[in-house]
């Protein structure tokens, strides 16, 4: 398995943009994460889904932010408009069920730059 | 809540000094503790966890229940320690503390 897949890895757009961030999970795997990464606040969860159903959005900062998970190998986060504070990376990570499902396999994270 | 609390963003040792990063935690329940780090240009990556009480790359962390406490500890750092570390928490989502810039110098 190529691992969690993200993409795209780069992203440069203008403020007022729509931007869209896209994971593929681990085949198998029935829990995702979405996590930003910044240098003032660390690591933050922003919402995670069990088996393609949100079970706690709470750390979406404000309505601007969305996720989707359609089917169980591809979820989406959406910016819409996108702001200059918003840029970071954001991780998508997912794991799977039984007794191992603890541990989480991490993207390689999109950094988004906001102009 | 819970909510998982690393104290120091910076860390700096010399090579070959004992290293110890902090992370306490609050949680009502049994806590699944980890630690994750980052190198460089690369992912996020599970470092060790409390519940298989392993030694990974020289480092141990040890859960201490009474004073909420999960350090990873290594006796000896070496340069290719340098990272970015974070403990988590675990129970259904993860928590993650704010992180850790570990630097070992030369």
């Known amino acids: 398995d190529a691992g969690v897949i993200q993409s795209p890895r780069h992203e440069v757009t203008e403020m007022g943009q729509e931007v869209t961030l896209r994971c593929k999970p681990i085949?198998?795997?029935?829990?995702l994460f979405w996590y930003r990464q910044t240098m003032m606040r660390g690591l933050e969860l922003l919402i995670y889904f069990n088996n393609n159903v949100p079970i706690d959005d709470s750390g979406m900062p404000e309505d601007r932010f969305s996720a989707k998970m359609p089917n169980a190998s591809f979820s989406t986060l959406k910016i819409q408009p996108s702001e200059p504070r918003d840029s970071a990376v954001y991780f998508c990570?997912?794991?799977?069920?039984?007794?191992?499902?603890?541990?989480?396999?991490f993207g390689s994270g999109t950094q988004l730059s906001v102009l | 809540a819970q909510r998982v609390t690393q104290p120091e963003k910076l860390l700096s040792v010399f090579k070959g000094a004992p290293v110890e990063l902090k992370c306490n935690y609050s949680?009502?329940?049994?806590?699944?503790l980890f630690w994750y780090v980052q190198y460089s240009r690369q992912r996020l990556q599970l470092l060790l966890r409390h519940i298989s009480r392993e030694s990974i790359k020289g480092f141990t962390a040890d859960l201490n229940k009474g004073e909420t406490s999960f350090h990873l500890k290594k006796p000896f750092a070496q340069e290719e320690d340098s990272a970015m570390y974070y403990c988590a928490l675990r129970s259904g989502k993860s928590t993650f503390g704010d992180g850790t810039t570990l630097t070992v110098k030369p």
């Open positions: 949680y009502s329940g049994s806590p699944e």
């Open positions: 990570a997912s794991s799977h069920r039984g007794p191992l499902r603890e541990k989480l396999f």
């Open positions: 085949s198998g795997h029935d829990y």
